[in-house]
């Protein structure tokens, strides 16, 4: 393990080098393969709801820097985001199209560009606004020594459903231990978390198999 400023990082050989170059190669594959649905999602987005069709918002990055990711929009165009607020799947302000983008993650694959770009990872703690992590002490400020991802270990155990410091912990915790076999468990579950939904599998923190 390294030891940050912030905190300690995960310093396997995975997380040093080889996380990076596997991003990369997959991302530009994905890009090629998830195109046609892409085109299809923002066609019927475009179909059901007036407005543009990413919605890109300044989040934190890696070490504090700010980005844009690309996201579909999934909500009534206009609408502002309070950043204090979870989002569950049946919000009233997702729309009809969005919330079927929302529920097989469809919504977040342009964020695939961002990987390519370096502002993300395929897996890491989800980006979070600049206004959330201005409030965060010491021990919040580690989930931000890695790249944020498309999917991660909060995210794989209950993501909306569960409350934002859970998912903190969660976060820390793959900051400061993450590696190729704990990744491997994490694309695996996602794929589960897609197919039945991600309440089926939210757990506190202190009942997972990382609590310490």
């Known amino acids: 393990m390294q030891q940050s400023t912030d905190g300690i990082v995960s310093n396997t050989l995975w997380a040093r080098a080889g996380k990076r170059a596997v991003d990369l190669a997959l991302s530009l594959v994905g890009l090629i393969v998830v195109s046609p649905l892409l085109l299809l999602a923002i066609a019927a987005m475009k179909a059901a709801s007036p407005g543009p069709v990413f919605y890109m918002q300044v989040r934190t990055g890696m070490n504090g ?15 502002t ?11 009233p302000g997702i729309t009809p199209v969005g919330r079927l983008l929302r529920r097989f993650k469809i919504d977040e694959l342009p964020q695939i560009l961002n990987v390519v770009r370096g502002d993300m ?21 580690q989930r931000l020594l890695v790249r944020p991802g498309l999917t991660g270990l909060a995210q794989v155990n209950g993501n909306a459903s569960i409350s ?4 903190i912990r969660y976060d820390v915790y793959y900051a400061r231990h993450h590696g190729l076999l704990m990744d491997l468990g ?5 794929v589960l978390v897609v197919l039945f939904g991600e309440e089926r ?4 923190f202190s009942e997972s198999p990382y609590a310490e």
């Open 121 to 141: 990872a395929l897996l890491g703690p989800r980006p979070t606004l600049p206004e959330q992590t201005a409030k965060y002490d010491a021990f919040k400020k």
């Open 186 to 190: 994490i694309l695996a579950k996602t």
């Open 201 to 204: 599998f939210a757990r506190p």
């Open 65 to 79: 820097r700010p980005f844009r990711p690309y996201k579909l929009r999934t909500m009534a165009a206009g609408r």
């Open 164 to 167: 934002w410091d859970e998912r």
């Open 81 to 91: 985001h309070d950043p204090n607020e979870i989002v569950p799947l049946d919000h």
